[in-house]
């Protein structure tokens, strides 16, 4: 009886009508299978199962293939009913796998900053800016049309598959409905494939690089919006595969002399095939980030940007695996990191800069003159599109403005500012040593809450001798500082009385004690003046030209971030336990995330340090320039003003915390902190009281300038170590995470 009513289904689904094209692509992706999934189980042609779905020209399954088809789509029909048919006819929303931005209502609080570096302060002295939330993901757009008989476009339909959680579809833009990038392979039939971000996978006719270009431009509709106003789109960019580069008659890997080159040799037949195809390399020529563009004419640019993996285009310290992923996987992941934070330009150190020019570019249109026309002009809040000099105290060694200098001469605190972060550490004390942990906590993004609110400087300085401090005033400052006594501070309006032999300065990166004048930025004089102690300042170098230009910056990262950390199951506000169960083997819930979620913490650091770029080469020679110095961006006072600002806000929390608990600190490198205690977690020695934190101290969070957990080890693991290597001041903050000891070089 079963086998008849089983012919009975057979015959009654080879004649039932199908859902049309649109619905069985619905139904599918509802259910987040993949075009090969289905041709798989119904033992057919990938290809055939994306022309059961194409819109524009549906292909009908025939036989045995329509009778399982069908029974897929009924089941899948009574698991994902269609919409009621207002909801079709409205406008698409973001998927609900991919999470936007938080809303303003999710409560950020932001960390501690010193009171006079911004101008919204809360009376308990934390600043609040309003979040900047990135745009929803673009809904999904159609594909690009198919002309007949052009060498440029697909042989067949593009398709759509399932979109993983995370993944931006493409842009609402028409002119970049595809995404910002794709990643470009070939499949074991040997067709040329672009897989692009939100799943869709694209035929690419292109049999040579420059036709590849050609079609990129003219028909793949890739790109990104710009960010500013005045700003220009993102170039299209495509990833190459090992598979792509040698259908394109480029090699795998570099050799040792191109890869220190970072580039293809100029004779190469590749190189050659553009240059005859009227297209143009920039001054770093064919390298793992390669530029290829015509001259633009008018407002059109021209201009495709490559990404070569296999290269090192993807530093592993930087993006983990991803060199390693499938295309689609990797499309996926440089899609959700261009959609939250921008298509990237090179490394994320490169990204991170230009981040900072894409939301403040450096000139804008005019108002129409008397005839009507725009002209360039500078744009308010931005660094200009011309360089300029730096204080000779702000200047790396090597420098044009310290060629005067005799060859070997070491410049002191007097003579240079050095703002760097914390490495300190000091032998624990007996109380110590009678407790049986070391627990390390981080700042989550530190130095993004360091430029938070920032002000720095936009122009050229202003020498000024016997100044009188100014805190709004951004700049560096000669002053002596070592009569600032930590055993005795200021808290709000009262004094506090602390073991300052246990707390280090927060004037010097070491932590020691200043001797003299040094040059300091205006963040650390600060702080000496609300530690309750005056200043003096013997000269500086201040820019009266200023303002919060890294705002947008930090809140762009900021918001990337938090979504990024969000889709891993981290939300902010939770509570603390929450929050630390919520961080265990977070990168094990979606390892493509928690590779966007590094990648976003590198652009921080990586742009910072981009503002202070030395020579790379290039036969470069002490007081000779370099090639960074040309650019508007080669800025080491806002480089220093930012870790200043980063390393006060980390030793304020730490004299809260002293103050209040007696605890103090047993190593600080960077941005984490160890302390002696008794159990294994933050909360075994931070003071909650009622889910509560310390005013002004630490907070566990995800936000940026809140804290997580870095690593626990034992009191004994310690000793240890310090021991073993006969390092009594060795830094466990260096090791904690893990307990692995490496590069041990004596506590210096």
């Known amino acids: 009886m079963s086998e008849l009513f089983e012919a009975v289904d057979a015959l009654v689904a080879s ?46 399954p025939r036989g045995p293939e329509r009778e399982a088809y069908a029974r897929l789509l009924n089941k899948l029909a009574e698991l994902y009913p269609a919409p009621s048919a207002p909801e079709e006819s409205a406008a698409p929303t973001t998927p609900a796998t991919f999470t936007a931005a938080p809303a303003p209502a999710e409560a950020q609080t932001l960390p501690p900053g010193p009171a006079p570096d911004t101008a919204a302060t809360t009376a308990a002295g934390n600043t609040q800016i309003t979040p900047d939330p990135l745009p929803p993901a673009p809904a999904v757009a159609p594909r690009p049309a198919r002309t007949t008989g052009s060498a440029s476009t697909s042989r067949r339909p593009a398709a759509r598959k399932a979109v993983p959680v995370g993944t ?36 690419v006719p292109a049999k040579s690089l420059p036709v590849l270009v050609e079609w990129t431009l003219k028909e793949a509709r890739l790109g990104q919006p710009k960010l500013s106003g005045p700003g220009k789109d993102a170039d299209p960019l495509l990833v190459l595969t090992e598979a792509a580069l040698e259908r394109y008659g480029l090699p795998v890997a570099l050799t040792e002399e191109e890869r220190l080159a970072g580039r293809l040799p100029e004779g190469h037949k590749v190189i050659k095939q553009l240059a005859r195809a009227d297209w143009k390399l ?202 600032v006594d930590l055993s005795r501070v200021k808290a709000g309006k009262e004094w506090v009385e602390l073991d300052g032999s246990l707390l280090p300065s927060p004037f010097t990166p070491k932590g020691e004690r ?14 000496a ?79 910072l340090g981009k503002l202070r770029e030395r020579p790379r080469g290039e036969g470069w020679r002490p007081g000779q320039p370099w090639r960074a ?45 160890v302390y002696a205690a008794d159990g294994t977690s933050p909360l075994d020695f931070l003071p909650y009281r009622q889910g509560k934190p310390l005013p002004g101290g630490f907070k566990l969070g995800i936000n940026p300038g809140l804290v997580k957990h870095e690593g626990t080890q034992t009191v004994l693991w310690g000793e240890e170590v310090r021991e073993r290597f006969n390092a009594p001041e060795l830094n466990l903050a260096r090791y904690i995470k893990d307990g692995t000891v490496t590069d041990v070089d004596n506590g210096e």
């Open 15 to 60: 004649r039932a009508p199908l859902p049309p094209a649109q619905e069985r692509k619905r139904l599918r992706q509802a259910h987040g299978l993949t075009l090969d999934e289905v041709a798989t189980a119904l033992k057919v042609r990938r290809a055939t199962v994306s022309g059961w779905e194409s819109v524009k020209k549906t292909v009908e």
């Open 168 to 203: 931006p579809a493409g842009g609402s833009d028409p002119r970049f409905e595809n995404g910002p990038l794709a990643v470009v392979d070939v499949d074991t039939d040997g067709q040329v494939l672009a897989y692009c971000t939100g799943g869709l996978v694209l035929d």
């Open 282 to 483: 920039t001054k770093r020529g064919f390298g793992p980030w390669a530029r290829i563009y015509r001259p633009a004419t008018g407002s059109e640019r021209a201009c495709v940007q490559l990404c070569i993996p296999s290269w090192n285009a993807l530093d592993a310290r930087h993006w983990g695996n991803a060199a390693q992923l499938p295309p689609s996987d990797l499309a996926r992941v440089l899609g959700v990191y261009a959609s939250r934070v921008m298509t990237p330009r090179g490394s994320t150190a490169v990204t991170g800069l230009e981040l900072m020019t894409a939301l403040h570019p450096p000139t804008r249109a005019s108002e129409p003159d008397a005839d009507g026309r725009r002209h360039s002009e500078h744009n308010p809040g931005s660094l200009g599109k011309d360089p300029v000099d730096c204080a000779p105290c702000e200047a790396p060694d090597g420098h044009p403005l310290l060629a005067d200098l005799p060859r070997f001469h070491v410049r002191g605190p007097a003579e240079k500012l050095f703002e760097e972060a914390y490495d300190w550490a000091r032998p624990m004390t007996d109380a110590e040593c009678t407790l049986r942990h070391l627990v390390g906590i981080d700042v989550n993004m530190a130095f993004a809450a360091g430029a938070n609110g920032l002000i720095v400087g936009l122009g050229a300085p202003t020498h000024v001798t016997n100044p009188v401090f100014d805190p709004k005033l951004p700049g560096s400052w000669l002053v002596d500082l070592s009569h």
């Open 514 to 527: 200043p001797e003299g004048p040094a040059w300091y930025a205006t963040p650390t004089v600060a702080y």
């Open 529 to 607: 003046v609300e530690l309750g102690y005056e200043v003096r300042p013997i000269e500086a170098y201040v820019r009266y030209e200023n303002g919060r230009y890294l705002d947008g910056w930090y809140q762009r990262l900021r918001d990337a971030y938090l979504a990024t950390m969000a889709d891993l199951g981290v939300h902010a506000d939770m509570a603390p336990a929450d929050f630390l169960a919520a961080m265990d083997g977070y990168k094990e819930r979606d390892p493509e995330l928690a590779i966007v979620a590094a990648a976003i913490k590198a652009t921080v650091k990586g742009g």
């Open 629 to 673: 110095l040309s650019r508007p961006t080669w800025r080491p006072d806002i480089r220093a003003a930012v870790i200043s600002r980063t390393r006060i806000n980390l030793h304020r929390k730490i004299v809260k915390h002293a103050a209040f608990t007696g605890q103090y600190p047993v190593a600080v490198l960077s941005d984490c902190v």
